[in-house]
């Protein structure tokens, strides 16, 4: 695996290459980041995988300073998980002059649930991964993007943004690789105790439990789903938890289902912090 930081050197490593598949991360690399490198690998004709931790998503009070850098480690994973290249720009690499310039997400996707928690957060991201596909993508005829449906949110808005820029990219959601528990893997898992470990699976559980209620509320669900929604959290949080959100809506644009949704077109979705920790975590009903 060939290792490089710079734009020039990316853009030299990659000058043979007519449609990478490449998959954007903050390096602290698990089994869900290396899934999405398999899954990448027969897509294109050059794996790329990128790690750079990126200020620009992160609030003043969030975690940027702490996030888990484990750099050498992670290139061990890539090479053996098949990985042709990985670009690990320095924050000078990518920003050498503040970033004034941004993609601003429509705030109809990107101002809900995770975007009202973490204000700016979709922006953040969109304008590193519009920053990261030019670096990669640029002068190619085509290209993939491998997400995961972890960040359930944070793919629309990436699918959305290649939509409306028209960039010849494919974007590929792969589905949320879990522990053997049923913990969805997170880079953030590592700040857990081991006592909060164990924890962490009720989120996955209170998802489960709110979409079985919502399936049996699906004749009235509108009207029922708040009260649903607020036992969900009230259960969390007698455990311990801090939720900011857990909570029903459609797979098609994330506001809240209206009578005639169908219980095939609804995603169950959940943030909340158990200790220092903010954990969020999905299920498609
Ligand atoms: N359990 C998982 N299954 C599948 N994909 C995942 C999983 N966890 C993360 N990803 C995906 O990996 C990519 C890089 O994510 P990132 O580096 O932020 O890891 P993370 O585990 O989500 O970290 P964090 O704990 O900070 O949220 C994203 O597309 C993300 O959705
Ligand atoms: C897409 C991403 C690499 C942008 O920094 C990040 O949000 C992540 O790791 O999910
Ligand atoms: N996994 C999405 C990146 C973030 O939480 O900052």
């Not at 940027?64 to 053996?80: G, H, I, N, Q, V």
């Not at 990219?169 to 049923?182: L, N, P, Y």
């Not at 200790?275 to 975590?281: A, E, M, N, P, V």
Request: hydrophobic fraction near 45%; charge should be negative.
């Amino acid at each position: 695996m060939h290792i490089v930081h710079t734009l020039p050197e990316l853009r030299h490593a990659l000058r043979h290459a007519q449609r990478p598949a490449f998959v954007p991360t903050m390096g602290n690399l698990h089994a869900g980041h290396l899934a999405l490198v398999e899954q990448a690998r027969p897509l294109g004709d050059a794996t790329v995988a990128s790690i750079f931790v990126n200020r620009l998503q992160f609030l003043p009070h969030e975690d940027f300073d702490s996030y888990p850098r484990t750099f050498e480690a992670d290139c061990a994973k890539l090479r053996e998980a098949g990985c042709d290249l990985l670009f690990a720009p320095r924050e000078r690499d990518l920003y050498p002059e503040p970033q004034t310039f941004k993609v601003l997400p429509d705030p109809a996707l990107a101002d809900l649930l995770e975007g009202e928690f973490r204000p700016g957060f979709f922006t953040g991201v969109a304008t590193v991964v519009m920053k990261l596909f030019m670096a990669v993508f640029a002068g190619k005829p085509h290209g993939f993007g491998v997400f995961g449906k972890k960040d359930y949110q944070q793919l629309m808005v990436i699918r959305r943004m290649v939509q409306q820029f028209a960039l010849p990219i494919e974007i590929v959601g792969h589905g949320t690789e879990r522990s053997a528990d049923g913990l969805a893997l997170s880079s953030r898992n590592s700040y857990l105790s081991e006592a909060e470990r164990a924890e962490a699976l009720q989120l996955s559980l209170a998802l489960r439990a709110l979409s079985r209620d919502a399936l049996a509320a699906a004749h009235a669900l509108p009207a029922q789903l708040p009260a649903l929604e607020a036992a969900a959290m009230q259960a969390l949080a007698a455990r311990g938890w801090l939720p900011d959100y857990l909570t029903v809506r459609r797979r098609a644009d994330l506001l809240p289902p209206q009578a005639g949704d169908g219980s095939g077109d609804l995603v169950a979705l959940g943030a909340a912090r158990l200790g220092g920790t903010r954990l969020i975590d999905n299920l498609e009903i």
